[in-house]
């Protein structure tokens, strides 16, 4: 079939609001996802990452910069719309990228509190359920 544009998803939370939190559970999922889906920096089109307003210490973009080969990769961070009742803490990312997978190939991934938001997506069973 060749090469095609797809999109991966993905999701975690942060125990806490402070940049060692962010940082480990951002990293967690950017390794996930880019070996479950062989990610090469060089085909990513951008990466978007989205955080509820209780996050705020660092940008998860600037920790995705700090990647080996992620320099060059467009990324924007945005504040998620609130919702009453909605996930605290939680960190969403979209990635676009190049790649021969089919979209039945790519697994999108979600950590931590964030796997109750898509179970048939889930890859961890870190964290509890949130309340």
């Known amino acids: 079939m060749g090469w095609r544009v ?9 125990d806490s609001n402070t940049e060692s ?5 951002v990293t967690e999922l950017l390794d996930e996802l880019s070996t479950a889906n062989e990610l090469d920096p060089t085909e990513i089109v951008y990466v978007v990452f989205t955080a509820t307003p209780d996050i705020d210490a660092i940008f998860p973009a ?8 992620w320099d060059l990769v467009p990324l924007l961070d945005v504040q998620q719309m609130v919702v009453p009742g909605s996930l605290n803490h939680c960190i969403r990312v979209l990635i676009q990228f190049n790649t021969p997978l089919t979209q039945a190939e790519i697994q999108h991934i979600y950590l931590r509190g964030a796997r109750f938001l898509r179970p048939e997506w889930s890859l961890s069973t870190v964290g509890t359920r949130p309340q």
């Open 21 to 25: 939190a962010i940082r480990q559970v």
């Open 62 to 69: 600037a920790i995705a910069r700090q990647r080996l080969g």
């Open 6 to 14: 797809r999109a991966i998803r993905g999701a975690t939370t942060a």
